[in-house]
T-cell receptor
Framework: AQKITQTQPGMFVQEKEAVTLDCTYD???????LFWYKQPSSGEMIFLIY??????QNATEGRYSLNFQKARKSANLVISASQLGDSAMYFCAMREGGGYNQGGKLIFGQGTELSVKP | NAGVTQTPKFRILKIGQSMTLQCTQDMNHNYMYWYRQDPGMGLKLIYY???????DKGEVPNGYNVSRSTTEDFPLRLELAAPSQTSVYFC????????????????FGPGTRLTVL
């Protein structure tokens, strides 16, 4: 059964340092996508980064990078040079398949609350 | 582009009342979704739609109904509200051509905070 696990309920990081948020997944589908979303205290869900199961390189988007280790079924989010505005809840999510009529449905982990200290 | 908009932002219902949560997207996305987020939890899929006239159940569909008469709108109907439906409801949309390599990235609305007393 498809599953997303985030084992860190809360994390602290010093401003300007890098931080890694863990995510492991389980699926039997060879085609899948992995997403990270940020949810600040205001509540909206903000898309950060995407990694496809067939992508050869790790995804990067500005200060965000995804450490994709397919054999270990992990998709950790790395935030470099943390800023105070990075304090938020972060969710890892997985989409199985991707063909038409599969709906692109996402399964979410329980989230990691990141606090950036000045 | 306004993206995905949801109304209302907040609502308090009494047990047994009904209401419709509105969702509209202006990105011409073919897929739309409804999720709920309970306190301290991730999001769970309620219903989704792959196009106008086509809807299907997600993980937690009981107590809800949806319709999709246009590409832009995807309302969620709560019948006979119960305290267990107290949650934050998110609408999302994505675009896919149905080919491998599509990211199907979902873009979310701001959410509706619903309390059932």
């Amino acid at each position: 059964a498809q599953k997303i696990t985030q084992t860190q309920p809360g994390m602290f990081v010093q401003e300007k340092e890098a931080v890694t948020l863990d995510c492991t997944y389980d699926t039997s589908d060879p085609s899948y996508g992995l997403f990270w979303y940020k949810q600040p205290s205001s509540g909206e869900m903000i898309f950060l980064i995407y990694q496809g199961s067939y992508d050869q390189q790790n995804a990067t988007e500005g200060r965000y990078s995804l450490n994709f280790q397919k054999a270990r079924k992990s998709a950790n989010l790395v935030i470099s040079a943390s800023q105070l505005g990075d304090s938020a809840m972060y969710f890892c999510a997985m989409r199985e398949g991707g063909g038409y009529n599969q709906g692109g449905k996402l399964i979410f982990g329980q989230g990691t609350e990141l606090s950036v200290k000045p | 582009n306004a993206g995905v908009t949801q109304t209302p932002k907040f609502r308090i219902l009494k047990i047994g009342q009904s209401m419709t949560l509105q969702c509209t997207q202006d990105m011409n996305h073919n897929y739309m979704y409804w999720y709920r987020q309970d306190p301290g939890m991730g999001l769970k899929l309620i219903y989704y739609s792959v196009g106008a006239g086509i809807t299907d159940k997600g993980e937690v569909p009981n107590g809800y109904n949806v319709s999709r008469s246009t590409t832009e709108d995807f309302p969620l109907r709560l019948e006979l509200a119960a305290p267990s439906q107290t949650s934050v409801y998110f609408c999302a949309s994505s675009y896919t051509r149905g080919t491998s390599g599509d990211t199907d990235t979902q873009y979310f609305g701001p959410g509706t905070r619903l309390t059932v007393l």
